[in-house]
């Protein structure tokens, strides 16, 4: 097997695939030269890139983009706030609803029922 | 092995076993060929022929089977280069990458010719120019070498002609480098095969 690889490595490198044939180089040349003297074509990816109008309508959609991330939720803050704030006007029960009472710094954490203060208080009450 | 190797002496065979490095093998000029052709040069693109054609020739031919296809797919290389000098500059291994453009078109060229056209007497090897005397019958081992299927030829072809590496033949051909290593270990052994078969 040896030998074998040794001759067909030899018989390989003893020999060596033929070049050109005479009169290719006069033909690639003058057809390859006409298509230099050609402007260059661009790629569909190229054109993409280079277009002026493409380039616009992507900046003003960065624009636009940039400018909403801005204005949109400040204005849906706003409209939050003063949604709740009209209605808890109106009517207090609604209050109660809408507002989240874990939001509230009036709110009694659950750890409050066993703090001692409160559990006095606790003990106040069924006495009384 | 005698009937195709004949009567050489062991020594001379010996003495052409390395193939001496060419223009091809030297990284040094192909940077500024690219971006002469780049910058329009006519000169520069008869150096570039001078420095590739060879070696791009000799992937066609073994792609193809045949040398008008071989030359046709030369021709086609040589105008898309010109075509994209943009981005010449831009190419990291011009080498490589003109044997990629070779070996697509040759396949392109391969689809669009007939099925019944009938393929010539491939010389797939020859006798060194210097050397017209080799010790090898070259249109024997031609005749072998016509038997391996055209994607085995290719991936022996860049390997022992171009010089290049499993994983280098894999990114030109866009092949995964175990594919080229397996391609180029089948090839090689029916090569083997049918050269013993031969003798």
């Known amino acids: 097997m040896t030998d ?15 070049g050109p044939p005479d009169g290719l180089r006069d033909r690639v040349l003058r057809r390859a030269g006409a298509a230099l003297d050609r402007p260059t074509a661009q790629d569909r990816w190229s054109r ?9 309508a992507w900046a003003a959609m960065v624009l636009v983009l940039f400018v909403a991330n801005i204005i949109l939720p400040r204005a849906n803050r706003r409209s939050r706030e003063s949604f709740v704030e009209g209605a808890a006007g109106r009517t207090p029960e609604l209050r109660e ?3 989240v009472p874990r939001l509230r710094e009036a709110y009694v954490s659950f750890d409050a029922l066993t703090a001692p203060a409160f559990a006095g208080s606790r003990r106040k ?3 009384s | 092995m005698e009937a195709i190797l004949e009567t050489a002496p062991s020594a001379n065979v010996e003495a052409t076993t390395a193939h001496e490095p060419s223009a091809w093998d030297n990284p040094a000029p192909w940077r500024e060929v690219f971006e002469g052709v780049a910058a ?25 089977g045949n040398t008008e296809d071989a030359a046709e797919v030369v021709q086609e290389a040589f105008v ?41 007497d491939h010389p797939y090897l020859s006798a060194p120019a210097g050397d017209p005397g080799s010790p090898v019958d070259a249109r024997r081992v031609s005749a072998l070498v016509a038997r391996l ?17 499993h994983s280098e033949i894999g990114r030109s051909l866009g092949i995964p480098t175990f594919t080229a290593a397996s391609r180029y270990r089948l090839g090689l052994a029916t090569l083997r095969r049918l050269i013993t078969r031969a003798s």
């Open chain 2, 40 to 64: 329009g040069r006519r000169e520069a693109l008869a150096r570039l022929y001078d420095l590739a054609s060879k070696r791009m020739f000799g992937l066609a031919l073994w792609r193809t």
């Open chain 1, 48 to 56: 993409i890139y280079a277009s002026r109008p493409l380039r616009a």
């Open chain 2, 80 to 120: 898309r280069v010109a075509e994209q000098r943009a981005r010449l500059v831009t190419i990291r291994d011009p080498r490589w990458w003109l044997l990629e453009i070779t070996h697509r078109i040759a396949i392109d060229v391969t689809r669009r010719r007939r099925p019944t056209e009938p393929l010539e």
């Open chain 1, 97 to 99: 609803v809408v507002d």
């Open chain 1, 4 to 18: 074998q690889r040794q001759d067909t490595d030899t018989i390989l490198a003893t020999l060596e695939p033929p």
């Open chain 2, 149 to 165: 299927s055209p994607k085995q030829r290719e991936v022996v072809y860049l390997h022992h002609y171009a010089g290049m590496s």
């Open chain 1, 125 to 127: 009450e069924k006495t």
